[in-house]
Every structure is written in structure tokens, then in C-alpha cells.
T-cell receptor, first 117, second 116 residues
Framework: DSGVTQTPKHLITATGQRVTLRCSPR?????VYWYQQSLDQGLQFLIQ???????AKGNILERFSAQQFPDLHSELNLSSLELGDSALYFC????????????????FGAGTRLSVL | LAKTTQPISMDSYEGQEVNITCSHN???????ITWYQQFPSQGPRFIIQ???TKVTNEVASLFIPADRKSSTLSLPRVSLSDTAVYYC?????????????????FGGGTRLMVKP
């Protein structure tokens, strides 16, 4: 058990809908990351939050948004869902954000499997 | 972030030692090398991290030569439950335009199949 909790484990919805994925980081971790894993794209970084503020963006669509709350849990909001958004969504956390040359180990949750029908 | 190259797949048998080598020719001076394991439909699990020479923990060993352009993950006496995808990653800090932070770049990984 990594200590990172993601809910729900599975989500089935229809095209055009909006869903919210939730992540609770490991106790004490200030950084939260979201990744998407689909069969054709592999694991891709979406976005990073640190202590409530957006830190870095990756390949995140404009239809997707995220936030980190004062208690450090994070939510990933996916709207206007398309069939291609079906994927596993992982949250990871690390103690803090770090610059180059530092040991920043990210610990991953079990993921949320999103199926868009 | 440095690009990594590792074998697409490997086969082994229970009880054998497995060595997976990863090439990272463009590794930066300050980058650490990190390995993750992933089972189907599960999140990547941190295995080991190192900077140089040899690192060992209860799960694996990581060998890094002096030039740091490659690294080898060694799994002693594998079992069927070690069947998984293994990812080698180098560094995580990036800066691009006004964007800076920590991002793991996963390649295709190595699919290890352990047979009885």
C-alpha cells in the first residue's frame, strides 16, 4: 500500500458527461500529480500541484482541470467526455516539489478506471 | 529530461536472477535513476533509486557504472509474481517556457514474463 488513496476505483459514464476523480496523498506529502494511462499513449503526465497551487502542466486537455484543497487532497475534473478519454487515471504524491538533482520519489495510487460509453 | 531505452520484453524462469539494462546516454549530472514496477491495472510501484555505483534494498539491486550512461536493475531469484512491466526513469525536474516542476516520463518499459 503506497498510502495514496484514489476514489472511485471504477467509473462508467456517457459521452458529454462530467466526472470528478479524487485523490488523497500520503500523509505529509505536499505535491500531488495526475497521470493518464491509455493503451495507445502509455503513462502520461497531466498536472502537478504543490501545497494548493498549480506547479506544472503536461499534456492536459482544456476540458480537464484539477485543484488541490487546503487539506492537500486533490480532484481531477473531466468534462465533455469523449470515448477517447477512457483510461486509467493515476494520482501520485511526493513530500515536496524539488529542483533538479534531488531525490523526488513519487508514490502512486491504485488508480481510477474511467470508461466512457 | 533524459530519454531512456530498455528492452521491450524479457522472459525468465522462477528462481533465476533477472537483469534489465536501461540506456540513458543524455543523463544530466544531477539526475537520479529510478525504477518502477507496474502490474496490470495497478499504479506504478517504486522499486529502487540510485545515483552511482550500487544500491541494494530488500527487493532489488541497482548497478550504475561510472559514466552513468546506463543502469541495470537486478531482481534476485524471481517468482511468478514478479511478472510485470518495469520502467526505468531518469530525473524528473523540467523547465519549459514558464512551466517548471516535477514530471515522470514513462517510456514503454520492459515486460518481464516469469515462467514456472
Amino acid at each position: 500500500d503506497s498510502g495514496v488513496t484514489q476514489t472511485p476505483k471504477h467509473l462508467i459514464t456517457a459521452t458529454g458527461q462530467r466526472v470528478t476523480l479524487r485523490c488523497s496523498p500520503r500523509s505529509g506529502d505536499l505535491s500531488v500529480y495526475w497521470y493518464q494511462q491509455s493503451l495507445d499513449q502509455g503513462l502520461q503526465f497531466l498536472i502537478q500541484y504543490y501545497n494548493g497551487e498549480e506547479r506544472a502542466k503536461g499534456n492536459i486537455l482544456e476540458r480537464f482541470s484539477a485543484q488541490q484543497f487546503p487539506d492537500l487532497h486533490s480532484e481531477l475534473n473531466l468534462s465533455s467526455l469523449e470515448l477517447g478519454d477512457s483510461a486509467l487515471y493515476f494520482c501520485a504524491s511526493s513530500p515536496r516539489t524539488r529542483g533538479q538533482g534531488s531525490k523526488n520519489i513519487q508514490y502512486f495510487g491504485a488508480g481510477t478506471r474511467l470508461s466512457v460509453l | 529530461l533524459a530519454k531512456t531505452t530498455q528492452p521491450i520484453s524479457m522472459d525468465s524462469y522462477e528462481g533465476q536472477e533477472v537483469n534489465i539494462t536501461c540506456s540513458h546516454n543524455n543523463i544530466a549530472t544531477n539526475d537520479y535513476i529510478t525504477w518502477y514496477q507496474q502490474f496490470p491495472s495497478q499504479g506504478p510501484r517504486f522499486i529502487i533509486q540510485g545515483y552511482k555505483t550500487k544500491v541494494t534494498n530488500e527487493v532489488a539491486s541497482l548497478f550504475i557504472p561510472a559514466d552513468r550512461k546506463s543502469s541495470t536493475l537486478s531482481l534476485p531469484r524471481v517468482s511468478l509474481s514478479d511478472t510485470a512491466v518495469y520502467y526505468c526513469l531518469v530525473g524528473d525536474y523540467f523547465t519549459m517556457n514558464n512551466n517548471a516542476g516535477n514530471m515522470l516520463t514513462f517510456g514503454g518499459g520492459t515486460r518481464l514474463m516469469v515462467k514456472p
